[in-house]
Structures are given as C-alpha cells and as structure tokens.
C-alpha cells in the first residue's frame, strides 16, 4: 500500500489521470490515503515482529489495539455498503 501511493505521487506515467479524469483531488487523496494505510500496516507488522522476537508484552499489547482499530474501522465502514451482513 505505502509502495502504491508513493508510485502514484511521484509517477510522471498518465494511467490512472487517463481513467480518472473527473477529479484530480480525489486521486491525489486516494494515493495519500494509501500512504497512510501501509504506514499502519508496516507499524503494526513491524511492532508485532519484534514484540514476538523479544518478547515484550507492550509491543504485543500495542498490536492487538491496533489490530482492534483496524477490524473496527473495517465493520464500520463496510457494514453501510452492505458487504458485511
């Protein structure tokens, strides 16, 4: 995801410019959002690798609150468009 948003911002190619011609804005937001997106994955891989490693139970606690946050955020926003019964 970070890789994809980063490939999408600083790309000088046309692909998605030429499929989404309507709004710019709102294809610079979905890279950036992207961006955000695999930052938290790769916090929250990265917390739960060395909480494993070391053993360290706040790493540990960490990740599973993050975890509680992004499959909350899915249910909420999924349960509306009607993927979710």
């Excluded at 961006?35 to 916090?43: A, K, R």
């Excluded at 540990?60 to 993050?66: D, E, F, G």
């Amino acid at each position: 995801m970070l890789a994809l948003g980063i490939w999408g911002k600083v790309s000088d190619d046309n692909y998605m410019e030429e499929i989404v011609t309507s709004d710019k804005d709102a294809l610079n937001a979905t890279y950036v959002i992207c961006m955000i997106v695999g930052i938290f994955l790769f916090l929250v891989g990265f917390l739960g690798c060395c909480g494993a490693c070391m053993e360290n139970r706040w790493m540990l606690i960490a990740v599973k609150r993050k975890f509680v946050i992004l499959f909350t955020a899915n249910k909420i926003l999924l349960f509306p468009s009607g993927y979710l019964s």
